[in-house]
């Protein structure tokens, strides 16, 4: 079963512009990971956020939790062409330490 | 270091014909996971290992998959007969037991049913 939804389905932007993509999910979570991948590729980590963190870093990226709306953000700044690629949520269940997977976002950065 | 390495990287067969996946994950990671990926969709879990142990397969049909990780390292998904709704990409991941974090994949195996 897939928990976290990925919205949108899919976002074309012009490179150098900011992308923000959001993850939804409906139970008790203990972190919630996002990541990349790239066509015919497997997936790459790109960042954790634990249920107790509001906010992290790393790099051009920006995550967001709210654990009160059961939500969460991914924001990639100053995009390039280089950050075309499916962006997956996945979060790890609190109860029995599952990891399940949202559908992903398919973001392409024109040039 | 060396990444999660899978083999075959693609393979077309005819229905009802066996196919095997093979995988060797980071040295030292004892969890060992097989994803199925249809394409557009995220991945959907069909086993994971502990060590030489499965302790999810829950998701895996296991009137036609099997899976074995012997001495807890490498491990072989394998499909008998495959059916057409078996395309898709076969990702194996591994990490670490006590992490709850990060998740190394390999390439992943495509598999195309004709």
């Known amino acids: 079963s897939q928990q976290g939804e990925e919205d949108p389905q899919a976002l074309s932007i012009q490179e150098g512009e900011n992308a923000t993509m959001n993850c939804s999910y409906k139970t008790s979570i203990n972190n919630l990971q996002w990541y990349r991948q790239n066509s015919g590729r497997g997936l790459v980590h790109l960042i954790l956020?634990?249920?107790n963190e509001r906010e992290k870093h790393s790099g051009r990226l920006r995550v967001t939790l709210d654990t009160s709306k059961k939500s969460s953000s991914l924001l990639i700044t100053a995009s390039r062409a280089a950050d075309t690629a499916s962006y997956f949520c996945?979060?790890?269940?609190?109860?029995?330490?599952?990891?399940?997977w949202g559908a992903g976002t398919k973001l392409i950065i024109k040039p | 270091e060396a990444g999660v390495v899978q083999s075959p990287r693609y393979k077309i067969i005819e229905k009802k014909q066996p196919v095997a996946f093979w995988c060797n994950p980071i040295?030292?990671?004892?969890?060992l996971y097989w994803y199925r990926q249809n394409l557009g969709q995220g991945p959907e879990l069909l086993i994971r290992y502990e060590n030489e142990e499965a302790v999810d397969d829950s998701q895996l049909p296991k009137d036609r998959f099997s899976a074995e990780r012997l001495k807890g390292v490498d491990s072989t998904l394998k499909i008998q007969p495959a059916e057409l709704g078996d395309s898709a990409v076969y990702l194996c991941?591994?990490?670490?037991?006590?992490?709850?974090?990060?998740?190394?994949f390999g390439e992943g195996s495509r598999l195309t049913v004709l």
């Open positions: 996945a979060t790890l269940m609190d109860s029995n330490y599952q990891l399940i």
């Open positions: 991941a591994s990490s670490l037991l006590e992490n709850t974090g990060e998740l190394f």
């Open positions: 956020i634990r249920s």
């Open positions: 040295s030292g990671h004892n969890t």
